[in-house]
Nanobody, 128 residues
Framework: QVLLVESGGGLVQAGASLSLSCAAS????????MGWFRQAPGKEREFVAA????????DYTDSVSGRFTISRDNAKNTVYLQMNSLKPEDTAVYYC?????????????????????WGQGTQVTVSS
């Protein structure tokens, strides 16, 4: 079992930055692939970013590439999402997720169904 708790959401103006955190407890954190997803009102949950066990491999959806950065600190059992140059279309509930499945090196899952554990979500609202 893995418990995930997100924090750091809020209301900001377009162009601003926010940093989200996700604290994990339970199974050994360093063995998990971690991901961030988001869900806007009336839309399906979508992939944002993922990171492998040691931070050496990351992946982003095209719409956030170059603006968002995913990172992790295994000593603190925490994964982060630094969001810069925020746009109104980034408005959503952001979810942290953990995937405990072993994959081939270099592969990072990007589907909701791939992930085993989820946080409760944190709201990010970007005003224009």
């Amino acid at each position: 079992q893995v418990l995930l708790v997100e924090s750091g959401g809020g209301l900001v103006q377009a162009g601003a930055s926010l940093s989200l955190s996700c604290a994990a407890s339970g199974r050994p954190f360093s063995s998990h692939i971690m991901g961030w997803f988001r869900q806007a009102p009336g839309k399906e949950r979508e992939f944002v970013a993922a990171i492998n066990w040691n931070g050496g491999n990351t992946d982003y959806t095209d719409s956030v590439s170059g603006r968002f950065t995913i990172s992790r600190d295994n000593a603190k059992n925490t994964v982060y999402l630094q969001m810069n140059s925020l746009k109104p279309e980034d408005t959503a509930v952001y979810y942290c997720a953990a995937d405990v499945t072993y994959y081939s090196p270099g592969y990072l899952p990007d589907k909701v169904s791939d992930y085993d554990y989820w946080g409760q979500g944190t709201q990010v609202t970007v005003s224009s």
